[in-house]
């Protein structure tokens, strides 16, 4: 009988074995589906901030071009004025100021 009882005890201790294997199994199982649930939920934010960051490229390209047409008009404008400044040389001063005071005006604006 005492066979019996061996047999019986390995056979029980082999359950326990394979019990805690099926337990260590299914954790890491688990550990698993929970980090590509992560990593998934990552991808899309990452996505997310990229098209954003797309979008937020092409208004600043936009702004840079307006700042650019600005800049542009700016110097046009005070070449003009220079120019104009320039022929009114031999005016007299009295012309010159009034000049100055009209485009300093629109300059403001």
Known sequence: MTLFYVII??????KKIQSSA????QS?????ERLKLQLE???RELELRRIELEKREARNESERKKLDE??????C??????????L???????MKI????LFKGDELR
């Not at 890491?28 to 698993?32: E, I, T």
């Not at 009034?98 to 005071?101: H, L, Y």
Request: charged fraction near 20%.
């Open 22 to 25: 099926n337990q260590h199994f």
């Open 98 to 101: 009034k000049v100055k005071i």
């Open 77 to 86: 404008f005070s070449n003009f004025v220079s120019s104009f400044l320039s």
């Open 41 to 43: 939920s990552q991808k």
């Open 9 to 14: 005890a390995c056979i029980s201790e082999m």
């Open 28 to 32: 890491v199982l688990n550990g698993h």
């Open 70 to 75: 600005e800049i542009n008009k700016v110097h």
């Open 88 to 94: 009114c040389d031999s005016h007299s001063c009295e």
